[in-house]
């Protein structure tokens, strides 16, 4: 299912790419209790403790521990540019097999439009720049501040995900920001403050939920060499279907997160057991969950996965 773009952001890359390997099928050894707690049998064979270490790293922390984290809830479908079109349906099909591993919903329709880019370019920042003076689509739903972000991204990528703010029932609810503005308004005009009316919320619950509407990656081609499709797949998986960002700090645990770090001598180029587990965790949590209880785990996905490759 091949999902090529003809806009104009330079000429297509046609360096030859590895075939990726089957995925891997992921062993359900998980057992649910009537709340969704994960019960996990036996000795423990991850430090818990560094795996949220390595979570809070390559998350980038929300306004408020009450704001939920970011995901996806209509299916995703990825698009890739700059490839030829053999080795960009390499790394869409590698998107796909991960999204289903991790539990995210696809779009299974050929002419599906996408809502994930992966676009190889000469220079992000170059490019970056363009489409913030063309307000190109890609581009539109980021704020000052957001799109400030993204240019102090360091490395050869640039990732990015546009996200809708909306209440338990699926309407859109204005930003902090715009409230804000709209309570000034508001006072000034003598009208009542706005808000969002919920009824369930708790302190387990937040009164919003965080849609990703749109990702988007930038990859300098000149970084790419010797990297086949399948690692490719795997690193836009990790910064297109999460708020996520490569980590800052040494940790315990390996994230493919680190494919581009220069002072990694051999970073993973494939999905880890904590990735995986990063993603699964993510998504199978509840929507409106806060952030401070979110990922919570992560170790315990880990540790399925590890005994089911034993």
Same mark, same amino acid.
């Given at each position: 299912?091949?999902? %090529?773009?003809?806009?104009?952001?330079?000429?297509?890359?046609?360096?030859? %790419?590895?075939? +990726?390997?089957?995925?891997? #099928?992921?062993?359900?050894?998980?057992?649910?209790?009537?709340?969704?707690?994960?019960?996990?049998?036996?000795?423990?064979?991850?430090?818990?403790?560094?795996?949220? !270490?390595?979570?809070?790293?390559?998350?980038?922390?929300?306004?408020?521990?009450?704001?939920?984290?970011? !995901?996806?809830?209509?299916?995703?479908?990825?698009?890739?540019?700059?490839?030829?079109?053999?080795?960009?349906? %390499?790394?869409?099909?590698?998107?796909?097999?991960?999204?289903?591993?991790?539990?995210?919903?696809?779009?299974?329709?050929?002419?599906?439009?996408?809502?994930?880019?992966?676009?190889?370019?000469?220079?992000?920042?170059?490019?970056?720049?363009?489409?913030? #003076?063309?307000?190109?689509?890609?581009?539109?739903?980021?704020?000052?501040?957001?799109?400030?972000?993204?240019?102090?991204?360091?490395?050869?990528?640039?990732?990015?995900?546009?996200?809708?703010?909306?209440?338990?029932?699926?309407?859109?609810?204005?930003?902090?920001?715009?409230?804000?503005?709209?309570?000034?308004?508001?006072?000034?005009?003598?009208?009542?403050? +706005?808000?969002?009316?919920?009824?369930?919320?708790?302190?387990?619950?937040?009164?919003?939920?965080?849609?990703?509407?749109?990702?988007?990656? %930038?990859?300098?081609?000149?970084?790419?060499?010797?990297?086949?499709?399948?690692?490719?797949?795997?690193?836009?998986?990790?910064?297109?279907?999460?708020?996520?960002?490569?980590?800052? !700090?040494?940790?315990?645990?390996?994230?493919?997160?680190?494919?581009?770090?220069?002072?990694?001598?051999?970073?993973?180029?494939?999905?880890?057991?904590?990735?995986?587990?990063?993603?699964?965790?993510?998504?199978?949590?509840?929507?409106? !969950?806060?952030?401070?209880?979110?990922?919570?785990?992560?170790?315990?996905?880990?540790?399925?996965?590890?005994?089911?490759?034993?």
């Amino acid at each position: 299912m091949t999902r %090529l773009s003809a806009f104009a952001l330079g000429a297509a890359l046609c360096a030859s %790419l590895t075939a +990726p390997a089957v995925a891997q #099928d992921v062993v359900d050894a998980v057992e649910r209790d009537r709340r969704g707690d994960i019960v996990v049998e036996g000795d423990r064979i991850v430090d818990g403790e560094e795996v949220g !270490r390595l979570g809070r790293d390559i998350t980038p922390r929300p306004s408020t521990s009450q704001d939920p984290l970011a !995901r996806f809830q209509r299916p995703i479908c990825p698009g890739v540019w700059g490839l030829s079109p053999e080795n960009a349906q %390499l790394v869409i099909d590698r998107m796909y097999d991960n999204a289903e591993r991790a539990g995210v919903d696809i779009n299974e329709d050929p002419e599906c439009g996408a809502n994930v880019w992966v676009i190889f370019v000469d220079d992000p920042q170059e490019t970056f720049q363009q489409l913030r #003076d063309e307000n190109a689509f890609l581009v539109r739903g980021l704020d000052y501040w957001k799109r400030k972000a993204v240019t102090e991204q360091e490395g050869p990528v640039l990732a990015w995900n546009v996200i809708g703010i909306y209440n338990e029932e699926g309407m859109p609810v204005a930003s902090p920001s715009e409230t804000a503005a709209a309570a000034t308004d508001a006072r000034a005009l003598g009208d009542g403050i +706005p808000g969002n009316t919920v009824t369930t919320m708790s302190r387990t619950r937040t009164a919003i939920r965080q849609d990703i509407e749109l990702s988007v990656m %930038l990859v300098q081609r000149s970084a790419i060499a010797g990297l086949d499709a399948v690692a490719l797949g795997d690193y836009a998986t990790m910064r297109t279907l999460a708020q996520t960002r490569p980590p800052r !700090r040494e940790n315990a645990y390996d994230t493919v997160l680190t494919l581009f770090d220069e002072d990694d001598v051999s970073p993973p180029d494939r999905l880890t057991d904590f990735d995986l587990a990063y993603l699964q965790s993510l998504y199978s949590s509840r929507e409106d !969950r806060p952030s401070r209880m979110a990922l919570r785990n992560v170790d315990e996905l880990m540790e399925i996965e590890a005994r089911a490759e034993e």
